[in-house]
């Protein structure tokens, strides 16, 4: 067996940045793509945010889930169930919904954040994906919101990210081509956005071309294992031998895992998008609607809208009432825009992998020689993409990461 030979399970944003890197480490490279671990990749908001280095396991969470919880139209809401992994999640989430937890937090998500947004910038530069480097806005509709952001922007200042303090007039001033109801915005200049979907096909792209295998419609439903080595996956009584194996499956990360008896703390993280072909205004930067928890970014002459996070099941059916609070929230911070103009714009669903603590699970699997994972980036996904695809391929090759990555450790809990 070629033990330079990586069998990458998964074909998302994570799957094939992590193809990319290890191909440029000189592994050869198979990609498995069932299409469906890692459905989260090209409807979502598009965003590259360094900004966003406070997890979503923070102080207030708690009280928030369980004041929205019983708002069918609410940003994030924990879908009750007897399941016991649901449950066991839930009370790691509990846990870990503290200031020290997110300050111990803070200086990784900072550092992926920033090597992620440089790892875009230079890939760029070699092909054009659409990468727009005018920072985010986020939006505050009232004074106790925008003071609540003012509050992280200072955190942000504190440990080296860029963030501005706006009013109302110096945030219009930043996009004057569209009216906003707010009393007043961050700035976070060092934020990007791009389209994800063609920002997957470049990466795509990459990989093919130095060489890598991508297996489309491959469902990955075994592993095979011989000790504490793995010695093939199997999908539909086809097997794909490897020296080493990386699970990058989004939401089916937890489930595939459990094949070798390591039981993984991951949700599905339930998301919708909306996106306008030809929308009344449009903004030249990306912005979250701070009240809302909704997310808007212009993606060439188009404006996706994307929000909630609906925690505790693989179901992707659209619910209607989650979808109608996202498209009215829209028209409260920017006028311009109607629930009419939504008529007929059908919605995106995707499961975006959620860990209990908020960060990522990456690194070796516990007790096994040779498998890795790569999951548990909820809506980070696209935005950590590249950092992560470096981070694992420097750990196939036995190279030293940039940084301590302890505490994304698969085995953590």
Request: charged share 25%; net charge neutral; proline share 6%.
């Amino acid at each position: 067996m070629d033990q330079d030979r990586v069998v990458i399970v998964g074909g998302g944003v994570i799957g094939l940045c992590t193809a990319y890197h290890a191909l440029r480490k000189g592994f050869e490279v198979a990609v498995l793509d069932g299409g469906s671990g890692d459905n989260c990749s090209t409807g979502n908001a598009g965003m590259i945010v360094p900004s966003h280095f406070i997890p979503l396991a923070a102080p207030g969470m708690v009280a928030k889930g369980l004041r929205w919880m019983f708002n069918p139209r609410s940003p994030f809401y924990i879908r009750p169930s007897p399941d016991p992994q649901l449950i066991r999640w839930c009370l790691l989430f509990l846990r870990h919904a503290n200031a020290r937890h997110v300050e111990a937090s803070m200086g990784l998500l900072r550092d992926l954040g920033l090597e992620s947004r440089r790892l875009f910038a230079e890939m760029a530069e070699e092909e054009d994906f659409g990468l727009v480097k005018k920072g985010l806005l986020m939006l505050c509709r009232t004074e106790k919101g925008l003071h609540e952001e003012a509050e992280v922007a200072e955190a942000a200042r504190r440990i080296g990210i860029r963030a501005d303090v706006l009013t109302a007039s110096q945030a219009a001033a930043l996009d004057p081509e569209v009216e906003m109801s707010i009393a007043g915005a961050v700035h976070f200049p060092q934020d990007c956005h791009l389209d994800p979907a063609r920002f997957l096909l470049a990466v795509r792209k990459r990989v093919l071309t130095l060489g890598g295998r991508i297996m489309d419609g491959v469902e990955v439903d075994g592993i095979e294992r011989n000790g504490d080595r793995i010695t093939a996956v199997s999908a539909a009584g086809r097997r794909f031998e490897g020296g080493r194996f990386v699970l990058c499956g989004g939401s089916l990360t937890a489930r595939l895992l459990g094949k070798t008896g390591i039981r993984l703390p991951l949700q599905p993280g339930k998301g919708y998008s909306l996106t306008l072909e030809k929308p009344v205004r449009l903004p030249a930067l990306c912005s979250i609607l701070c009240e809302a928890k909704v997310a808007v970014t212009p993606m060439g002459g188009r404006l996706r809208i994307g929000g909630t996070m609906e925690v505790g099941s693989m179901d992707d059916r659209v619910k209607p009432k989650r979808v109608r609070g996202i498209v009215e929230s829209v028209s409260d911070y920017l006028p311009a825009f109607k629930a009419d103009d939504f008529e007929g714009v059908k919605p995106w669903v995707g499961l975006r992998p959620v860990s209990p603590d908020g960060l990522p699970y990456l690194g070796p699997a516990p007790h096994l020689a040779n498998l890795f994972v790569s999951t548990g980036h909820a809506m980070m996904g696209l935005s950590l993409g590249p950092v992560s695809g470096m981070l694992m391929a420097d750990l196939l090759a036995g190279d030293a990461p940039f940084r301590d990555i302890g505490g994304m450790a698969v085995g953590r809990f």
